[in-house]
């Protein structure tokens, strides 16, 4: 009977548990959906400013962040999309470390972390040595396409990626695998700080992805980013036109001191 006891009662602990950590994530979560609503200092809203890294190229934002900050914020070649997509939102981070367990709750903070995402939310995944772990798959995209996720960008592998595509849930990954992060890894923290293909991650910042890859926006500097960006892209396409007709591209860099 005290086995019995015994038993139920950690059954029942793990329960709390699991309720306490998708309550903690949620809260955890709106204060960082809170924080990306807020005007920035110059008096930008967030949908202002996803609107606009919505239509400047990714390339544009990489070398507007360089020139500003002086720092590489774009993840690299190895980043790919599972099909072409385009989008801007403000990252939801999670994080998982490479664990061998038989605990049914290793990745339940993982699930929270998608269940507290709001439209707009860009689920931004780290898989330690997880280059050949699909660190999410068809179920998890599916829950984020129901809750109005941008995107999703993983530090590790995917799967499901025909459904995926089926529903047009847009994701990218370094890697198209079978493979499962179930009883093989456990969830490490979310709307924490991660380190993406070698770009650190903070909750709450904007990432810009395009044909061209993924790039990560310091949300502090978002507004300053953007400006930069949406100048380097109308000086570059204004340049196309002016290539053509003078057949030199010497001149056109000259005119609008840009490459």
Known sequence: MI???NSLSRKVRGMVFAALLVAGLAYVALGVHAKSQAETSDGKSAADLLD????????????????????RMYM???????????FAGFAVTVALKKEANEDPNALQGMLAAIDSGNTDSVYVMSVEDGIDIAGMGGLMGTAMRARNFSGAVIDGGVRDVAYLN??????YALGIVPSTSVHHYRFAGANTPVRCDGVEVQAGDIIVADADGVVVVPRAKAAEVLAVAEKMDFNEHSM???IEK??????????FGRL
């Open 3 to 5: 086995n019995r006891f």
């Open 52 to 71: 606009g890294f919505r239509h400047v190229e990714a390339a544009s934002v990489s070398d507007a962040i360089e020139q500003i900050t002086g720092k």
């Open 76 to 86: 690299s070649h190895r980043m790919r999309p599972i099909f072409p997509a385009k």
């Open 166 to 171: 089926k529903i047009g849930f847009p994701v």
């Open 240 to 242: 196309y036109a002016y």
């Open 246 to 255: 003078l057949k030199s591209i010497t001149e056109a860099v000259k005119k």
